[in-house]
């Protein structure tokens, strides 16, 4: 099946040209000095429609090919049987690790204020409330980068060097997203320098986990969605301190470290749609 995901610059061209353009757009928009309701509705819909490019691009690449489209209904409606633990760990995983991070780091002077849910994210939104961002995302990046996205890398790839290229394209993807005032990432870089690299190995972490569930769920669509989501909420209910975002990245280093090895012929094993 892996065979036919073969339009692999398409995808990944068009999903990275048209956000680029989009954000960019945005970025220069939310620096001009005067803001006012109709800049700051055209600058949530141009980053809106962003969002949804690669899925659009994916959606296209499905309609040309009934097998692929079939392929994709399965994945998304009538996926195999999931073992329990690992839908405990796409659950639980990621709340888990922050609160252990927390906890982490009440030895290194922070205090418990960490653990107050404030219900306020740590970034603004004007015309979408910024938990239904944190909840759309997810859902709409994951129907593109595993319904299309990662199939395509595998295709050529074993699933460690897909992890590598995939974590540097998602890196790249949300380059202009750092430029954008008040949002998530230039948040992130405002923060400094060490909080800047840990949100991009973080990324590489987070996907080597992700795409490991994937394919032990059978490329299971949905279970990506939810690891995704899981990581969006556990990371704003809290008021957690950057430090701990760090020590949350050293956990599950850990873990990834463990999965690799564990699993090393499912990451190392040359593709199989490749021949």
Same mark, same amino acid.
């Given at each position: 099946?892996?065979?036919?995901?073969? +339009?692999?610059?398409?995808?990944?061209?068009?999903?990275?040209?048209?956000?680029?353009?989009?954000?960019?757009?945005?970025?220069?928009?939310?620096?001009?000095? *005067?803001?006012?309701?109709?800049?700051?509705?055209?600058?949530?819909?141009?980053?809106?429609?962003?969002?949804?490019?690669?899925?659009?691009?994916?959606?296209?690449?499905?309609?040309?090919?009934?097998?692929?489209? !079939?392929?994709?209904?399965?994945?998304?409606?009538?996926?195999?049987?999931?073992? +329990? +633990?690992?839908?405990?760990?796409?659950?639980?995983?990621?709340?888990?690790?922050?609160?252990?991070?927390?906890?982490?780091?009440?030895?290194?002077?922070?205090?418990?204020?960490?653990?107050?849910?404030?219900?306020?994210?740590?970034?603004?939104?004007?015309?979408?409330?910024?938990?239904?961002?944190?909840?759309?995302?997810?859902?709409?990046?994951?129907?593109?980068?595993?319904?299309?996205?990662?199939?395509?890398? @595998? *295709?050529?790839?074993?699933?460690?060097?897909?992890?590598?290229?995939?974590?540097?394209?998602?890196?790249?993807?949300?380059?202009?997203?750092?430029?954008?005032?008040?949002?998530?990432?230039?948040?992130?870089?405002?923060?400094?320098?060490?909080?800047?690299?840990?949100?991009?190995?973080?990324?590489?972490?987070?996907?080597?986990?992700?795409?490991?569930?994937?394919?032990?769920? !059978? @490329?299971?669509?949905?279970? %990506?969605?939810?690891?995704?989501?899981? /990581?969006?909420?556990?990371?704003?209910?809290?008021? %957690?301190?950057?430090?701990?975002?760090?020590?949350? %990245?050293?956990?599950?280093?850990?873990? /990834?470290? /463990?999965?690799?090895?564990?699993? *090393?012929?499912?990451?190392?094993?040359?593709?199989?749609?490749?021949?």
């Amino acid at each position: 099946m892996l065979e036919r995901y073969n +339009k692999t610059l398409t995808f990944y061209g068009y999903s990275l040209v048209i956000p680029w353009i989009l954000w960019f757009t945005v970025a220069y928009l939310s620096h001009l000095p *005067r803001q006012n309701c109709l800049l700051q509705f055209a600058q949530q819909t141009l980053a809106i429609v962003g969002l949804f490019a690669p899925t659009l691009v994916a959606l296209y690449l499905f309609m040309k090919d009934e097998v692929l489209k !079939k392929d994709l209904l399965n994945r998304l409606f009538k996926f195999e049987k999931v073992e +329990k +633990k690992f839908i405990f760990l796409t659950f639980c995983l990621l709340p888990i690790s922050i609160i252990l991070a927390q906890f982490i780091s009440l030895f290194f002077g922070h205090d418990l204020g960490q653990f107050y849910i404030s219900g306020k994210p740590s970034f603004t939104s004007f015309l979408l409330s910024p938990w239904l961002i944190l909840i759309l995302a997810p859902i709409v990046e994951e129907l593109a980068w595993h319904s299309y996205g990662t199939d395509t890398l @595998r *295709r050529k790839f074993n699933l460690f060097n897909t992890c590598l290229i995939f974590g540097f394209y998602w890196v790249l993807w949300h380059l202009p997203l750092g430029f954008i005032k008040g949002y998530f990432h230039s948040n992130v870089i405002a923060e400094g320098w060490i909080y800047t690299l840990n949100y991009i190995f973080s990324l590489f972490v987070f996907v080597i986990l992700m795409n490991w569930l994937y394919f032990k769920a !059978k @490329r299971n669509i949905l279970v %990506t969605i939810i690891f995704h989501l899981m /990581a969006n909420i556990s990371n704003e209910i809290f008021a %957690t301190h950057p430090d701990s975002k760090v020590i949350q %990245t050293g956990l599950l280093l850990f873990v /990834a470290i /463990a999965v690799l090895y564990k699993d *090393r012929k499912m990451f190392f094993l040359q593709s199989k749609g490749r021949k």
